[in-house]
């Protein structure tokens, strides 16, 4: 799952983007409205966590102006106006969640996913194939029953490769949705995650390479 943070604080702004990626999140950071806005027209989110008081101003302005043109992103305000008045403005002006500052960051983690099953094509509560079955609210994985030790990558690949079952999933799909703007597209780092997926998956395979189109999910034997 792919998350954009708003913040302007540098140093909370590393914090925060840290501990969502160790949650497993791909996230995209930015320090100002106009850089959201961009950002938001060139990605598809399934989460925003937006401070409210930044350079340009207060972001439920602009937040506000993109519900009323239909906008359905969720949406997390993070900010230290924390009076009930605020709270109640945030979520009058299209905010799905309001969290004040000082946070747990487990906390945040666990508004954010929750958040991000409400995006507009949300997950199912559980993701299958064969015997490998994806419990998305509790963020687990069973092969046969036996609890899987993913780290959160190959989580995130796995989860796009259960939602595409039996289709082929490219190189560049996975980059997109499962990491952040930070990766380099050049590199093996997909080819690397898949790699002990498979191993953590263990027999019978079913991750399969498509040579020159990517990677499938796929129970059925003969895929290559």
Not at 17 to 28: I, N, P, S
Not at 175 to 185: G, I, N, Q, R, S
């Amino acid at each position: 799952m792919r998350v954009l943070l708003v913040e302007d604080d540098d140093d909370l702004r590393e914090v925060i983007a840290a501990g969502l990626r160790d949650g497993g999140f791909a996230v995209d950071c930015a320090a100002d409205w106009p850089e959201a806005d961009v950002a938001l027209h060139l990605t598809a989110y399934d989460c925003v966590v937006l401070d409210r008081m930044v350079p340009s101003g207060d972001t439920l302005a602009p937040l506000e102006g993109r519900r009323r043109a239909g906008w359905s992103v969720p949406v997390l305000c993070l900010t230290a106006l924390d009076s009930l008045d605020e709270r109640v403005r945030g979520l009058e002006s299209g905010a799905d969640d309001y969290l004040a500052k000082p946070f747990a960051m487990r906390e945040l983690v666990l508004r954010v996913r929750g958040l991000s099953r409400r995006a507009p094509d949300r997950l199912p509560a559980f993701l299958t194939c064969a015997d490998v079955v994806m419990d998305v609210s509790r963020h687990e994985v069973r092969r046969g029953g036996v609890l899987l030790s993913l780290s959160p990558k190959e989580y995130a690949v796995l989860q796009q490769l259960l939602v595409h079952r039996d289709a082929v999933v490219t190189r560049t799909g996975l980059l997109e949705h499962c990491w952040d703007e930070m990766a380099d597209p050049v590199s093996n780092v997909v080819d690397a995650v898949v790699a002990g997926l498979r191993r953590k998956l263990g027999s019978p395979g079913l991750v399969h390479t498509v040579r020159g189109r990517g990677f499938l999910l796929s129970a059925e034997p003969g895929h290559c």
